[in-house]
């Protein structure tokens, strides 16, 4: 109860922060999606591709976040604005997922789908977008969904190099020893974990190929 | 790709195929003449499919030459080549996401015909290969085997296709309605005359709808017969098949079914 009259009496700010949390996320996912699909179609594509740009993304998977950002810090125009580099880490983590997923919904297409569309004479592109693509999509947004989630996360660790964000609240609660202020973060955030987690799964089943 | 009636569909000019230095095909030569079905008999591994895909070029030689109506395949646009080539194979590979109808109205579809045209033209093809009109808007997972290899054949006959590849169009079917099939098959190149080429592994099929069968093994093309030659050869590979034929079936010889 006490957690909710602070989250009333603070209404602005966390709305405000929440907002921040989004564009964050949002903005990261977007940067993710658009490099990450055409990445992870490549290497299905090419198979050859498909080890250093996997192991890659893993490598920048085990990277802790805290250090990221710190690596990230002394990078020119990124290091003026913390949100930019708060963008930049979320997008990194959450090429993952997203080119793990794309690769492993175009690879997982019945091989002879494949092949009748070329032998009737598709062209590449006709391919990807009217059979590869439609058929790989749930897994691909299942990929997508999971980079989301982990954003949620991640983002609230972007406020301690001054990113915003709920982490904010997170932070300071922790430095104020008050579990109210903590939870003023947290629970925000969660919420907006689990709504991206029912949107994209939503999406996702919609999209199910039968 | 019109050319004079007089050139062979489809010729195989000593064609190679080699994958990492293992030959699939060696040497290949063969000729396949407009309208007759040429059927390529011959075991697992012996090169059947490949020959096959050399037609549409889903595979390149290592060495030789594919023509088609006159011409290298080499030549010409791939994706041209392939419009103007049915394919049919034993996983049929409908589109799970389309619809029947969207299935049949592909070839016509990219070749972008207008759509009153490709509703009749589907329409068209699916009394021709016997299916009921009301399965049109039904998805392949809602199909039988046999309905779905029959809306195989209609889509690879929609852009009304000269040659017809088929990869094992009927393997996978239950005896009877492969025999079903196989007599639809029959009424239907007894009227349309497409260049056909057939890939199969079993001898009855062979005799039933060939009018020439390339017998193959290991990569090689052993001999090329008329069925009921086929059941006379004397040729060793071939005498083995009979062999291998008659001793499940007491049929008698030479009679084709």
């Given at each position: 109860m006490n957690v909710l009259r602070f989250m009333l009496q603070n209404q602005t700010q966390v709305l405000e922060l929440t907002g921040e949390h989004l564009w964050l996320v949002g903005l990261s996912t977007l940067f993710a999606i658009a490099i990450g699909v055409p990445l992870g179609i490549m290497i299905a594509h090419r198979p050859r591709m498909n080890k250093p740009v996997i192991a890659t993304a893993n490598v920048i998977q085990t990277i802790p976040s805290l250090a990221l950002f710190g690596f990230l810090l002394p990078t020119p125009w990124l290091g003026e604005r913390a949100d930019r580099l708060a963008i930049l880490a979320l997008t990194l983590y959450a090429l993952l997922p997203i080119i793990r997923n794309t690769y492993t919904g175009i690879r997982g297409i019945d091989p002879a789908i494949i092949e009748s569309g070329r032998g009737m004479g598709l062209t590449p592109s006709q391919l990807l977008f009217q059979v590869e693509l439609p058929l790989a999509m749930s897994v691909i947004l299942s990929g997508i969904r999971i980079a989301v989630v982990i954003s949620v996360g991640l983002a609230t660790i972007a406020a301690a190099i001054g990113a915003g964000g709920l982490g904010e609240f997170i932070f300071r609660g922790l430095a104020m020893v008050d579990n109210r202020v903590i939870l003023a973060g947290a629970i925000p955030a969660a919420i907006l974990a689990l709504s991206a987690d029912v949107a994209v799964g939503w999406l996702e089943r919609r999209l199910q190929p039968k | 790709m019109e050319q004079t009636s007089s050139s062979p569909a489809i010729e195989f000019l000593d064609v190679s195929y080699f994958v990492s230095q293992t030959p699939i095909l060696a040497q290949f030569k063969l000729q396949v003449s407009r309208g007759e079905t040429l059927v390529?008999?011959?075991?697992?591994?012996?090169?059947?499919?490949?020959?096959?895909?050399?037609?549409?070029?889903?595979?390149?030689?290592?060495?030789?030459?594919?023509?088609?109506?006159?011409?290298?395949?080499?030549?010409?646009?791939?994706?041209?080549?392939?419009?103007?080539?049915?394919?049919?194979?034993?996983?049929?590979?409908?589109?799970?996401?389309?619809?029947?109808?969207?299935?049949?109205?592909?070839?016509?579809?990219?070749?972008?015909?207008?759509?009153?045209?490709?509703?009749?033209?589907?329409?068209?093809?699916?009394?021709?290969?016997?299916?009921?009109?009301?399965?049109?808007?039904?998805?392949?997972?809602?199909?039988?085997?046999?309905?779905?290899?029959?809306?195989?054949?209609?889509?690879?006959?929609?852009?009304?296709?000269?040659?017809?590849?088929?990869?094992?169009?009927?393997?996978?079917?239950?005896?009877?309605?492969?025999?079903?099939?196989?007599?639809?098959f029959l009424s239907l190149q007894k009227r349309l005359h497409k260049t056909v080429l057939f890939v199969t592994h079993d001898l009855r099929e062979a005799l039933r709808l060939a009018s020439r069968i390339a017998l193959l093994e290991a990569g090689r093309l052993v001999t090329v017969l008329e069925p009921q030659e086929f059941m006379r050869s004397s040729d060793p590979w071939a005498a083995a098949y009979v062999r291998a034929f008659e001793s499940g079936w007491d049929l008698a010889k030479g009679n084709r079914p």
């Open positions: - | 390529l008999l011959g075991r697992s591994g012996s090169g059947k499919t490949t020959t096959l895909k050399l037609v549409n070029r889903l595979v390149a030689p290592t060495a030789g030459q594919v023509w088609v109506n006159g011409k290298s395949n080499a030549e010409v646009d791939v994706i041209e080549l392939r419009r103007k080539i049915g394919y049919v194979i034993q996983e049929v590979g409908l589109f799970p996401h389309f619809s029947v109808e969207r299935n049949i109205a592909l070839g016509p579809r990219i070749a972008g015909w207008p759509d009153a045209r490709i509703r009749a033209r589907v329409e068209e093809l699916l009394a021709l290969v016997g299916l009921d009109p009301q399965l049109r808007s039904r998805y392949p997972h809602q199909l039988s085997g046999g309905q779905r290899q029959r809306v195989g054949v209609a889509r690879a006959l929609a852009a009304d296709p000269e040659i017809l590849l088929m990869d094992e169009p009927f393997g996978a079917l239950d005896p009877l309605t492969r025999d079903e099939v196989q007599r639809e």
